[in-house]
């Protein structure tokens, strides 16, 4: 089945109620993630929304972050830099502790990741309360980067993390 609209992209994640706890509507984009087509354009859609900014590193944060920004870097011809849980980084790194629905978590990033001035787009699988994309803003901003904008394959609408990121471009492939 070929992809040709965002719903063709919506109908391969696969919607599973009451996960992690009883009320929630979990969206598993493991479903879409295995269909090559439907991966090649969410990767595609992503790039062309940011085709005409100036990006030189594409910055994910662990983990499923990791899946759409390494290949969009690649798409964009630029530098893929990785944000990760506290510990994980070899060599000398900065840290942010920023808030989560139920306390805080703290997020790292090699100290030499980025340069100053250089623009900076950070990307995501899923936009949701906004805590985790505002810890690594701050910590591109740390460095010196230049946040050309914000990507996400999905946004869940009612947790409302886009009125939390107003200053900065948001492209979302997928709302719920």
Do not use: C, W
């Amino acid at each position: 089945m070929t992809v040709t609209s965002t719903d063709d992209l919506r109908a391969r994640i696969r919607e599973v109620p009451d996960f992690p706890k009883p009320g929630i509507l979990f969206y598993d984009i493991t479903t879409l993630l295995k269909d090559a087509d439907a991966f090649a354009a969410v990767i595609d859609r992503m790039a062309d929304a940011v085709n005409d900014e100036k990006i030189d590193v594409v910055v994910g944060m662990e983990s499923r972050g990791f899946i759409f920004a390494a290949p969009l870097a690649y798409r964009l011809h630029a530098g893929f830099v990785p944000v990760r849980k506290l510990g994980k980084l070899p060599a000398e790194t900065i840290e942010v502790e920023y808030d989560l629905e139920y306390g805080t978590a703290t997020l790292e990033i090699h100290r030499d990741a980025i340069s100053d001035g250089q623009r900076v787009l950070i990307v995501d699988d899923l936009l949701a309360t906004g805590g985790t994309v505002l810890g690594t803003i701050e910590l591109v901003r740390q460095l010196g980067g230049e946040i050309a904008g914000l990507s996400f394959m999905v946004e869940l609408g009612a947790l409302h993390g886009r009125d939390k990121l107003a200053e900065f471009t948001i492209h979302t492939l997928l709302t719920y």
